[in-house]
């Protein structure tokens, strides 16, 4: 029964959890292989840490870059299914088979052509900068791979299936975790519930770390794959792979916005890290280590985020607006309530959060203040991540492009600067310009979303 006159429609929550958990989740365990990784990293020093984080907000900038790609397919594939048209879902799973071989082999020549020159333009120390190198080049050779998880993976939440990205998620995260326990650390003895025994160690350190990862993305990369190809519903098998205008260029329209977007953005990180990376090792130290705290308290935002981009697909495909206002309304409520929670769980356990990762008592000083105070802006930024995704969903991204390039330039980068570079503050003041960044990003898609200029459906 439809609901026109309800504010909160609760007969969507399954249809909206059925879609969120297995993001979450999924989202979650990286998180958590994420931790062991930086873990396992930091117990050989803060020189180790330094080295990995030197290069992770280049390592953000390409593959946000993929996400973009499949932003498009998104889009397309969630109006294909909501209207019934698997045919249309079909051939455009096919082309992004192509989107995944053209970009991949294109980053892979870009990442691999430049793994020397990164850590230079990071800033990193030069006592690191060979090591966050080499650590870089490995990272980046299985490119294709990575493109098929994260362009695949996108397309088949796009078709509602939101379990087959997280199991596969869980079997990279397994197979990192052993990879890198076997790579980082020398042969040791183990003990184990009372029984010691022999553990084999290559004693690789942080390009075991890299190599262990490189793995796992091929695995990830291999399985998805299969997966696509077996798909009852859009697998794109008996399907030309050969460029379709009549798909490619609606899913480059909403793309490309998406593309610029994460391209400007990330490399507003880059250069956000850069200024941060000129602050010394200690504070590249409590930056990496915070950064990593902080992305496990975004997973309820971003499963959200995927559910609200599918379900805002599905219904501008069946042009059904009753369950559209609904399901944006019961989402938001959802997504604040839980930004909330895990914003006082982080406030109150940021400093034990980051002695998980360094012993280092300065490190752990600095990476607790910076954390408390981007707690108290969790619930604002999940506002924005959700409004986003119903952009996304329904193929509205150049207004997310222009909301968060001018956020990040003109507030973050411009505030880091003069906080930074010219008045010689800390890290504290940077962070203080990131958090001023989120709350301008929930204010404008407020604004946008209240307008209702994002919903072709406004009218009916």
């Given at each position: ?10 007969t969507?929550l399954?249809a ?13 365990m990286?998180?958590?292989v994420?931790?062991?990784?930086t ?21 953000w ?15 397309f ?10 045919d ?6 096919a082309?992004s ?50 493109a ?7 397309v ?14 869980l079997l ?13 650390y ?6 184990f ?20 990862s490189a ?19 859009i697998?794109?098998?008996g ?10 260029l ?9 593309m ?37 308290f ?19 495909g ?11 309304r ?12 895990s914003?006082?769980?982080?406030f109150?356990f ?8 360094s ?11 910076v954390?408390r ?21 329904a ?12 956020g990040?330039?003109?507030v ?47 009218s009916?």
């Amino acid at each position: 029964m439809k609901t026109k006159n309800r504010m909160i429609d609760l007969t969507l929550l399954p249809a909206v959890f059925a879609l969120a958990w297995p993001t979450m989740l999924e989202q979650l365990m990286g998180t958590a292989v994420q931790y062991v990784d930086t873990a396992m990293v930091g117990s050989l020093g803060t020189y180790a840490t330094a080295a990995v984080g030197a290069t992770t907000t280049v390592n953000w900038l390409l593959g946000s870059t993929l996400s973009a790609f499949g932003v498009g397919f998104l889009a397309f594939i969630s109006q294909a299914c909501g209207a019934g048209r698997p045919d249309r879902a079909r051939r455009a799973a096919a082309q992004s088979v192509l989107a995944v071989l053209v970009s991949g082999t294109a980053f892979t020549a870009l990442a691999l052509g430049l793994s020397r020159q990164v850590p230079v333009w990071m800033r990193a120390d030069p006592s690191i900068r060979e090591l966050a190198g080499r650590y870089f080049f490995i990272l980046y050779t299985p490119m294709l791979f990575r493109a098929a998880t994260v362009i695949i993976g996108t397309v088949l939440r796009a078709a509602g299936d939101t379990k087959t990205p997280m199991r596969v998620g869980l079997l990279v995260n397994a197979v990192n975790i052993v990879l890198n326990f076997l790579l980082i650390y020398e042969t040791r003895t183990v003990t184990f519930f009372g029984v010691s025994f022999t553990l084999f160690g290559a004693g690789r350190g942080v390009v075991g770390a890299a190599e262990a990862s490189a793995a796992s993305v091929f695995v990830g990369g291999t399985v998805i794959t299969a997966a696509l190809l077996r798909h009852r519903e859009i697998s794109p098998l008996g399907e030309s792979v050969r460029p379709d205008k009549t798909i490619l260029l609606p899913c480059l329209r909403i793309a490309l916005p998406n593309m610029l977007q994460r391209f400007a953005t990330s490399l507003g990180y880059v250069a956000f890290a850069a200024m941060i990376n000129s602050l010394g090792e200690l504070s590249t130290a409590a930056h990496t280590i915070a950064n990593t705290v902080e992305s496990a308290f975004y997973v309820p935002g971003y499963g959200m985020m995927t559910a609200a981009a599918t379900l805002t697909g599905n219904a501008i495909g069946a042009g059904d607006l009753p369950r559209l206002r609904s399901q944006a309304r019961l989402i938001l409520l959802l997504e604040v309530s839980m930004m909330v929670l895990s914003g006082g769980l982080l406030f109150t356990f940021a400093p034990d959060l980051v002695r998980l990762f360094s012993r280092d008592p300065a490190v752990i000083l600095l990476g607790g203040t910076v954390l408390r105070m981007v707690a108290c802006s969790e619930p604002f930024y999940g506002i924005s991540i959700v409004i986003e995704g119903m952009l996304m969903g329904a193929g509205k991204t150049a207004v997310s492009f222009i909301f968060n390039v001018t956020g990040m330039w003109c507030v973050r980068i411009v505030g880091t600067f003069v906080c930074t570079q010219l008045l010689g503050f800390g890290l504290v003041s940077a962070w203080g310009c990131m958090i001023t960044h989120n709350l301008l990003l929930c204010c404008l898609f407020v604004i946008y979303y209240r307008r209702g200029k994002w919903n072709p459906l406004r009218s009916i």
